[in-house]
């Protein structure tokens, strides 16, 4: 039995743990503070929510214990009763493996009942004293970018358990567009048409407003845009991808994903995020050759023809580095052959005389 923690903040959490359950041969439990995905069709613990305090109750109830831990406020009833949930549930299952996506205190605590440890390596500046907590307690980092994208700074420790997977993506293994579509997209039938744009946010929230995108698009007549997020959901994401000109999208792992599994020309604008997440995002997938990468939404809207140029001029191919088409396949068989060999190695339960 393998365990499995989301976090609840944004959708990509949720969406990461789908793929990855797909392919493996363990069972998996989830384990949340969010309902159950209706497709999912395994066990399911919904967790109590620990983040009812307001800012100012979290100052007062040190919140971060001495700034050691991101979130444990004193004599938080959700808290107390997440970690006794999480505790039982290993103390009954008695899984070989815990994956934790992303909590330093849920790593923490699964150890601390003797289980093997997975956590999600995460991008941005993560060699702060909490998080250096759960990569070192950690048996496996997982990560969902390929080799020498963000680990600059990183010790030799973490290196040698670092599981580099490459994006993780719910449309791993589906074939890209190919360059007919690409010419010729669905629905277009005038080669002089404007080309498309595909705006994605995510569930994270954005801090780009509704006045900047309108200002994008004013200054860019020749194009097309199409936006979508939790509040314009798109009908058939794949095939908006695969007819996209240029996907222009926030710095998110998973939305990155999918554009790369796409190998769609883009542009990836980092939004607001704790320790720069999404800055390290955009600047590596520009490093590595694979989009165009900008740490914020332009202050001046004429610079968006020029973005969408070089968008176009890169391509699409470069994403092939960041996007094998199986991460999600050979993230599950590395947890899959850790777990065996947690089985294996496990000491034999004791027996009353």
């Not at 909490?130 to 307690?137: F, M, N, Q």
Request: hydrophobic share 45%; net charge neutral.
């Amino acid at each position: 039995m393998i365990g499995y923690y989301v976090h609840h903040q944004g959708l990509g959490h949720l969406t990461r743990l789908q793929a990855v359950a797909e392919h493996l041969r363990s069972p998996v439990t989830g384990l949340s503070s969010l309902p159950a995905p209706a497709s999912w069709d395994g066990p399911w613990m919904q967790l109590e929510r620990d983040d009812a305090l307001a800012p100012e109750q979290a100052a007062s109830a040190d919140a971060t214990a001495h700034s050691v831990l991101h979130w444990v406020p004193r004599h938080d009833e959700g808290l107390a009763g997440r970690a006794a949930a999480v505790s039982a549930w290993i103390r009954r299952a008695r899984p070989s493996l815990v994956v934790v996506d992303v909590s330093v205190e849920v790593a923490l605590l699964s150890r601390l009942c003797g289980v093997p440890v997975v956590v999600l390596a995460m991008p941005g500046v993560r060699t702060d004293r909490t998080h250096s907590l759960a990569y070192d307690v950690a048996d496996a980092l997982l990560a969902p970018w390929p080799d020498g994208a963000h680990t600059d700074g990183w010790p030799e420790a973490w290196r040698a358990k670092l599981w580099t997977v490459g994006g993780l993506s719910r449309f791993d293994g589906r074939r890209p567009a190919g360059a007919a579509e690409r010419l010729a997209p669905a629905g277009r039938t005038d080669v002089d048409a404007p080309r498309r744009v595909l705006l994605l946010w995510g569930g994270g929230g954005h801090g780009t407003s509704a006045v900047q995108v309108a200002a994008a698009r004013a200054a860019t007549p020749g194009w097309e845009w199409v936006e979508r997020g939790p509040g314009s959901p798109s009908p058939d994401l794949w095939s908006e991808l695969a007819t996209a000109d240029v996907v222009v999208t926030h710095g998110g792992q998973n939305a990155v994903a999918e554009v790369a599994a796409a190998r769609r020309p883009a542009v990836v604008v980092a939004q607001p995020r704790p320790f720069d997440e999404q800055v390290a995002t955009a600047r590596a997938v520009d490093r590595l050759g694979a989009a165009v990468g900008v740490d914020t939404w332009p202050a001046a809207a004429d610079q968006w023809p020029g973005l969408l140029d070089r968008a176009l001029h890169r391509g699409g191919d470069g994403w092939r580095r960041w996007s094998t088409g199986h991460g999600a396949a050979t993230a599950a068989a590395h947890l899959d052959a850790l777990a065996d060999r947690d089985v294996r190695a496990r000491p034999a339960t004791r027996t009353a005389s």
